[in-house]
């Protein structure tokens, strides 16, 4: 049975819920309009296949959890990553193997180059160390279509506060000061096991973002998936399972 509930950070609560299993967990971070609700059927699947738990939260501005205070800094991906240890504690956790989505799984490669004696492994998922002009041009038309398509609608599903949401995803990426944002540094640093898994038809970021991470992360593999967009444990749920299961194995 799957348990679901709030932890305080810093008096804000973020939702989140586990699937059970063996430990030490696997924790997912989502994307940039995620939550808990978005990954859907992924995570009791994912739990299955390996026999782990699973573990995912909603951060602060999204799903269930408490909103935002104010406008989001351009270094939101570097201090939610500084949060991760705090979400473990709340969480019982004192190690785990990490899976992060596109925001998400930039914020596993902070977490794994910060607090290498919490994390055991990073699966990055369409992962992003810099900003590509195909990743902007890729949030322009999402804007059109949360503003002329039922984008909007189905996003509100998974959060409390749908605009919130999505508009300050926008105003970041697309800002001037935002153009400039790089995470690479940290690469060096990360000496735990890493997998990288991209869709070959991503629609915000290239092949590039792989082959940075796999030439400066030592334990660092990638599977490159056809057909196949920015979600992949959506668009091939079937060979991301497969390729988490020989990966944690």
């Known amino acids: 049975m799957d348990e679901k509930g709030f932890?305080?950070?810093h008096n804000i609560r973020l939702?989140?819920?586990r699937w059970p299993g063996s430990q030490p967990p696997i924790m997912l971070m989502h994307e940039a309009l995620g939550s808990v609700s978005i990954w859907r059927n992924f995570p009791v699947e994912l739990a299955r296949v390996t026999g782990l738990e699973v573990i995912a939260w909603s951060r602060q501005g999204y799903g269930d959890s408490d909103g935002l205070l104010g406008q989001r800094l351009p270094d939101y991906i570097?201090?939610?990553a500084k949060l991760v240890p705090q979400v473990m504690d709340a969480l019982g956790v004192t190690q785990a193997h990490l899976f992060g989505h596109s925001d998400g799984a930039s914020m596993a490669i902070i977490a794994a180059a910060l607090f290498p004696e919490r994390v055991l492994?990073?699966?990055l998922e369409a992962p992003h160390v810099n900003v590509e002009q195909q990743a902007i041009a890729g949030i322009v038309k999402a804007k059109k279509a949360f503003e002329t398509t039922d984008f909007r609608l189905k996003l509100q599903r998974h959060h409390k506060d749908v605009d919130q949401v999505f508009w300050s995803w926008y105003d970041t990426w697309v800002?001037?000061?935002f153009q400039d944002w790089n995470i690479e540094q940290f690469l060096a640093d990360i000496h735990a096991p890493t997998l990288v898994i991209q869709g070959v038809e991503d629609e915000y970021f290239s092949m590039n973002q792989v082959d940075l991470?796999?030439?400066a992360v030592p334990n660092a593999r990638y599977v490159a998936l056809a057909h196949c967009g920015h979600s992949p444990h959506r668009d091939q749920q079937d060979d991301v399972l497969?390729?988490?299961v020989d990966f944690v194995a």
């Open 7 to 9: 932890v305080e950070i």
């Open 15 to 17: 939702a989140y819920q």
């Open 78 to 80: 570097e201090q939610e």
């Open 121 to 123: 492994s990073i699966v």
């Open 175 to 177: 800002s001037p000061v």
């Open 213 to 215: 991470i796999v030439a």
């Open 242 to 244: 497969n390729a988490v």
